[in-house]
């Protein structure tokens, strides 16, 4: 058989599976209803499919049972574009009494996208939500659907009530370069009376990058360096690093320069991957065994999804040395990390606790037997450090070379 028929066998198959899905969200059962809207959405997705799958979820939205309906929506946005005919019902969703149907329709419109657009002035209306997560998915939908959505978001940057006049920065930001028509309201919102409006302004001007225009920012930037929120601070100083100019440059290596340990800490949880970054890396400059109480937060950071965070967090622990025994436990489990840089990292923080390291013991132990050098070599080092007759009995036996 041709590598061609096969295909066209698989084709075959996988509709037939749709198509049995489809027939499924008929069925009396609920709990078979449930599993097909749950699947119908992560199968691969033909023309053919997607014809008979999209009008099968819309009616499922309608379903009696509340738990088959909210795996309808999401869905519907797991098809993506391709269900733009759900746009309507998805648009009524958002007035649900249920919050989770209403935060669902918004990701769903967002992973729509640019067809979504019709929906912007009810998405809008729902940054009032009571709900902060359907808040947060709202925005994230209006930066989504794009451009085009600039001037019903520039438009209520005034609105009277702050969560739109965040979302709708947010959104902005979002949608980057192609929102600088909305630049002048945005210089506005930095001095907004509400904080995380001033925030949003200030990550959200960063992200029109290093458009010329940006440059009309840089005063009101440089002015809220000195923001009584330690977050707004941050944020305008990241936004005055991605604008760039001479002037901008010289008032983010000021502010870099004089940074404290409970600001950095607080940075390290940010939503900004390059604030927490650079709030890592900073840490390691000024931290030392006095700075022992900021341990529960910072060992926090050693689950963050960049790998150049979780190490710089590992070294930061390391310098506060044996004080950070309380940090072991996560350390050990770092020593499992899928990067060879942070396995190094923890083991030798693990070595700077010393004896009060104990509990990760067997597990440096096995880690000199990493496929990377790096590891093996910093695992001995800790295993000597912790000195344990355990610990030193598996040293003798390694090979350093």
């Known amino acids: 058989m041709s590598e061609a028929e096969i295909r066209k066998l698989r084709a075959k198959r996988e509709l037939q599976e749709m198509l049995a899905l489809v027939e499924d969200l008929k069925d009396e059962d609920w709990q078979v209803r449930l599993k097909a809207a749950g699947k119908l959405g992560k199968q691969r997705k033909t023309s053919e499919m997607i014809a008979a799958a999209v009008p099968a979820l819309i009616k499922a939205i309608d379903d009696v049972n509340e738990y088959v309906a909210k795996a309808a929506v ?8 391709q269900a733009s005919d759900s746009i309507d019902v998805l648009t009524r969703t958002l007035t649900h009494e249920d919050k989770q149907m209403r935060r669902s329709a918004a990701y769903s419109l967002g992973k729509i996208g640019a067809k979504s657009l019709p929906s912007v002035p009810e998405l809008i209306k729902l940054l009032e ?3 902060p997560e359907v808040r947060k998915a709202v925005a994230w939908s209006l930066g989504i659907i794009g451009p085009e959505a600039v001037p019903h978001l520039q438009k209520n940057l005034s609105h009277e009530n702050p969560n739109v006049r965040s979302g709708c920065m947010y959104a902005l930001g ?10 002048g309201d945005m210089i506005q919102c930095l001095t907004d009376e509400n904080t995380d409006v001033r925030y949003n302004s200030a990550k959200s001007i960063g992200n029109l990058r290093a458009a010329k225009e940006s440059e009309q920012a840089v005063g009101d930037l440089i002015q809220l360096l000195e923001d ?31 940074p404290s340990v409970p600001d950095l800490v607080k940075q390290l949880f940010n939503d900004d991957k390059t ?5 890592a890396e900073g840490l390691i400059k000024i931290i030392g065994e006095d700075d022992a109480e900021h341990l529960p937060k910072i060992k926090e950071g050693l689950k963050d999804q960049l790998w150049k965070i979780r190490v710089a967090v590992a070294e930061s622990i390391a310098k506060i040395g044996p004080k950070a025994e309380g940090a072991s436990k996560a350390l050990k ?37 990493d496929e990377h050098k790096e ?27």
């Not at 604030?275 to 709030?279: G, N, S």
């Not at 093996?376 to 090979?399: D, H, Y």
């Open 275 to 279: 604030i927490r970054l650079d709030a």
């Open 129 to 131: 939500d009571s709900d």
């Open 74 to 81: 999401p869905a519907l946005g797991d098809i993506g574009p």
């Open 228 to 258: 009584k929120d330690p977050d707004v601070r941050w944020a305008s100083a990241e936004a005055l690093r991605k604008i760039g100019t001479e002037e901008a440059m010289d008032a983010w290596k000021a502010f870099e320069s004089k």
């Open 174 to 183: 979002n949608i980057g370069p192609n929102a600088i028509s909305a630049l």
């Open 333 to 369: 489990k770092a020593l499992k990390d899928d990067h060879e840089k942070v396995r190094a990292a923890a083991a030798h923080a693990l070595g700077k606790i010393g004896p009060g390291a104990e509990v990760a013991v067997v597990r440096l132990i096995k880690k000199l037997k």
């Open 375 to 401: 590891v093996r070599l910093a695992a001995g080092v800790a295993l000597e450090l912790i000195g344990t007759p355990e610990a030193n009995k598996a040293v003798q036996k390694f090979s350093w070379e």
